[in-house]
């Protein structure tokens, strides 16, 4: 926690003060160690979708840890775009960034059993949204009327729900192994468990780092568990570079209507996410509203990091929330304190077997750790919901927004006679989902008839015209 030897009250909640260097450093580190595992899962969950995601024998392997190495470099030169700002590019505030959870159930369905070769694609979609996303920093103060709790939490908790799957998938030993004897054994369980387990006693029972680096520490013994058992081959750390700079164009670029179409939409939620974030760091760092300038030099630093990313082969990065709740924990509002974690990222991103060793993580193993964390991406989701005013206007918008967009993500094959383009992102869950929930909630009148309007309170009648327990909206 933050105290006197860290600076006065008044030079905590400055984002210009830099506390002194011995105590900068491990704070930094902090940062690094609370979104470094949810930094470059991303990256492990799109090339396994891909088909190069594990086993190191595989040639298109030397990929994935490209791929891991550029999350962390890009995910470290965003965050300093961010905290050191480069004219309007950047809120000159601690925001931390990394790759996105939100563009998966996007990306997954482009790359899904297609290879390597996907991922141009992929880069192309990228690209073009991050662009786009920089381009809202002009209007995003403007639009935040169409994007209410009612529509961000459906959208969070549609993320959440559409990634838990790959997470029980990893936890059974991997959607490869499906259909084998392997596939859910006691053993790939087992590892999966330990890494649960591990990670919720320190979440709850433990304080200060033990508490915030839980899901690292749960892999860590996870990662003993499954060494221990024989399931972790370092042949690839011994085959990697020592040092790498990132090559541009790396998966080459692609650009397709369902990758731009998805992108564009995601990186419309995404931007409003990272004016969530950044009110967040204010009002729990310095107890103040965002400025304009801030919100906007966020949204830009955020797109143009992603659309540069794109250019050498990482996936979009936004701002962590997790850093945003680390800021208020600690009461440290120095963004310089976040530049240094920055440059730790950026130093790992540099060297390859840093990538390599991450990749010897054993699939069941990192499916403990998403468990937890797509899990908590549904929780914050229904968080936000909890602000709502769930009448029977808003609890229509959701009903449909959420029976639409889960029930095309759980049964594609209902759009099978739909060319690829449109397939792709109706089937995703989360931009029907969305699209629905936007345009209902800016059509349907605010206020409609009384009965239409009531408040509704735990399934019951409220102040005797609202919905039974069962009744149907």
Do not use: C
Not at 76 to 97: C, E, H, K
Not at 187 to 208: D, E, H, P
């Amino acid at each position: 926690m933050a105290n006197q030897a860290l600076g006065t009250p008044a030079q905590l909640r400055d984002p210009n003060y830099t506390p002194p260097l011995l105590k900068a450093i491990p704070l930094g580190v902090q940062h690094v160690l609370a979104m470094f595992v949810a930094n470059v899962t991303p990256a492990i969950i799109v090339a396994g979708a891909a088909g190069f995601g594990f086993g190191s024998g595989s040639p298109d392997f030397p990929n994935l840890i490209y791929m891991i190495q550029m999350s962390m470099l890009f995910a470290g030169l965003a965050t300093l775009l961010q905290t050191i700002t480069f004219g309007p590019v950047g809120a000159g505030l601690p925001i931390v960034q990394g790759t996105s959870f939100a563009f998966l159930p996007i990306m997954i369905p482009l790359v899904a059993g297609k290879g390597v070769d996907a991922m141009a694609a992929v880069m192309g979609g990228i690209l073009v949204g991050g662009l786009f996303h920089a381009a809202l920093g002009t209007v995003i103060g403007r639009i935040r009327f169409a994007l209410p709790p009612l529509v961000t939490g459906l959208v969070v908790t549609m993320i959440g729900l559409a990634l838990v799957r790959v997470g029980v998938q990893y936890a059974a030993g991997g959607v490869p192994l499906m259909g084998t004897e392997q596939f859910g054994n006691l053993q790939s369980w087992s590892i999966a468990l330990v890494v649960i387990l591990v990670t919720l006693s320190l979440k709850f029972f433990a304080r200060g780092m033990l508490s915030i680096s839980a899901v690292l520490i749960g892999l860590i013994a996870g990662y003993i568990v499954a060494l221990m058992m024989g399931k972790v081959s370092f042949g690839a750390v011994g085959t990697a570079a020592v040092f790498a700079l990132p090559n541009p164009l790396h998966f080459g670029l692609e650009f397709t209507a369902a990758a731009i179409i998805g992108f564009l939409a995601m990186s419309f939620v995404s931007a409003v996410e990272t004016v969530g974030d950044v009110a967040g760091i204010t009002k729990g760092g310095a107890g103040r509203d965002a400025t304009d300038r801030e919100i906007s030099g966020a949204t830009y630093a955020d797109g143009l990091g992603t659309a540069v990313s794109g250019l050498f082969g990482a996936l979009p990065n936004t701002s962590f929330s997790q850093n945003v709740g680390l800021i208020a924990l600690t009461g440290v509002m120095s963004r310089h304190v976040v530049t240094i974690g920055a440059i730790f990222l950026i130093l790992a991103g540099l060297f390859p077997k840093v990538g390599a060793t991450i990749s010897t993580v054993p699939i069941e193993v990192l499916g403990g750790g998403v468990i937890v964390m797509f899990g908590m991406v549904v929780a914050a989701g229904i968080s936000m919901l909890s602000d709502v005013q769930w009448n029977r206007r808003n609890m229509v918008i959701f009903a449909i927004a959420l029976s639409l967009g889960l029930g095309l993500q759980l049964e594609p094959s209902a759009l099978q006679h739909l060319s690829d383009t449109p397939r792709v992102l109706l089937t995703s869950g989360i931009l029907p989902a969305a699209a629905i929930a936007i345009l209902l909630n800016l059509v349907l009148p605010q206020e409609l008839a009384a009965e239409a309007t009531e408040e509704v309170s735990g399934g019951h009648k409220g102040h005797g015209t609202g919905l039974k327990t069962g009744e149907a909206p």
